[in-house]
């Protein structure tokens, strides 16, 4: 079930608008997090990325899912910074 979306707008190098939408859902009581480039080349594998399961905890994945989305993060990075935010956030 979709909790919360979020979408910001990045300025690229060749002044082209992309937008980015962030996702967090819930399901089976874990959080999933879906990050989606639009306005690209959709076929493109790092321009889409899912992240299943990350956490538990609501307020871990909602101040994740914040972060993301104010540091206007890629997909393609998306892993690795929900891995270093939830060791942050644990400690």
Not at 15 to 27: A, P, R, T
Not at 37 to 55: G, R
């Amino acid at each position: 079930m979709l909790i919360k979306s979020l979408k910001t707008t990045v300025n690229t190098r060749a002044n082209k608008d992309v937008e980015i939408i962030y996702n967090l859902f819930f399901k089976n009581a874990l959080y999933s997090l879906e990050c989606i480039k639009m306005n690209c080349n959709n076929k493109e594998p790092n321009n889409y990325c899912l992240v299943e399961n990350f956490t538990e905890d609501e307020t871990e994945a909602e101040t994740i899912l914040h972060i993301l989305a104010k540091g206007m993060a890629a997909p393609i990075h998306i892993k690795d910074l929900i891995e270093d935010l939830s060791i942050s956030l644990t400690y």
